[in-house]
């Protein structure tokens, strides 16, 4: 298995973790309170769903960096 295909598979992998983990955590954080605040600016309802998918998307993001600087990495060796 190629190097591309291990970081796809451990990517994915991540973001599925993220968004399960982030269902768990809405369940049990609607009952605290309704909304949280997000760096000041973003105010997210604390829903599985929209825990899900914040945690999802902050995943993606995450890696994509990290893939990102490894692939830079990659060809500053290569050259």
């Known amino acids: 298995m190629g190097g591309r295909r291990v970081f796809l598979?451990?990517?994915?992998?991540?973001?599925?973790?993220?968004g399960i983990l982030g269902v768990f955590i809405g369940e049990n954080g609607g009952?605290?309170?309704?909304?949280?605040q997000l760096f000041g600016v973003l105010s997210l309802p604390t829903t599985p769903v929209a825990f899900a998918l914040y945690g999802m998307v902050v995943s993606v993001f995450a890696l994509g960096a990290l893939f990102g600087l490894v692939e830079f990495a990659s060809r500053l060796e290569e050259a």
């Open 9 to 18: 598979v451990i990517g994915v992998s991540v973001v599925l973790i993220s």
């Open 31 to 36: 009952q605290v309170t309704e909304s949280i």
